[in-house]
């Protein structure tokens, strides 16, 4: 400490000064770092979790459309223009789905998902045929054929597409509540780090305002 006494006065207030703005510092820098890191969870949290669970939604809805179509194909078609409409709407509604698909695979991370995506990858994969059999039966005006068909093997196939996606949907918002929980414990942590810093830093202040009132006070009252 001797080292630190003998030095003049201008020199011990610069260093104590330097001292408090390390500190204030200590606490800028933590205060960014966490800010930054919850940044980076809410990011995670949207485009891993959020925008997924948005797309497989969409499958869902998309799929539900053309199952709606394959019926009205087979018993609201008047003429055989508006079947060939109806096919072209399951037609584009598929393209719609399959890239939707597609995009929900870029965000796939775990070997457990990728899985529930090749489940229902192939149960698209035995569903499709059935449906084009069956608005195939249509065209060609075996109605009962086609009312066979929708009722037994593509609804079977259509029940294993909807298990498929439900069982996606239940995997990311489970996914998602444990990505929640995870950036959750985050932000205490991180936030009893900043606290400690702060803490510290208005500790350190209090003694470098303690120590230099006494340094600089008794050679003034010496005078």
Do not use: C
Request: proline share 2%; charged share 25%; net charge positive.
């Amino acid at each position: 400490m001797r080292w630190f006494l003998d030095r003049p006065i201008a020199t011990k207030l610069l260093r104590a000064f330097l001292a408090l703005a390390a500190a204030a510092a200590a606490v800028g820098v933590e205060s960014v770092v966490t800010m930054r890191r919850m940044t980076a969870a809410d990011k995670v949290l949207y485009e891993r979790m959020t925008v997924p669970l948005s797309q497989i939604g969409h499958v869902a809805k998309q799929f539900q459309r053309i199952r709606v179509n394959v019926r009205d194909a087979l018993f609201n078609s008047e003429s055989p223009a508006k079947l060939e409409e109806r096919r072209q709407v399951i037609a584009d509604l598929t393209v719609d789905l399959d890239t939707t698909i597609k995009l929900f695979t870029t965000t796939v991370v775990s070997a457990e998902m990728r899985a529930l995506v090749d489940s229902l990858n192939a149960a698209r994969q035995r569903f499709v045929p059935l449906r084009d059999q069956t608005i195939a039966l249509a065209a060609a005006g075996d109605s009962a054929g086609a009312r066979a068909l929708m009722n037994g093997d593509m609804l079977r196939e259509a029940k294993a597409v909807e298990g498929a996606i439900e069982d996606i949907q239940k995997a990311k918002v489970t996914d998602a509540g444990t990505l929640a929980a995870a950036n959750e414990a985050a932000a205490a942590r991180a936030l009893w780090v900043t606290l400690l810093v702060v803490v510290a830093a208005v500790a350190l202040a209090l003694v470098a305002g303690v120590f230099l009132s006494r340094l600089i006070g008794r050679p003034l009252q010496d005078m």
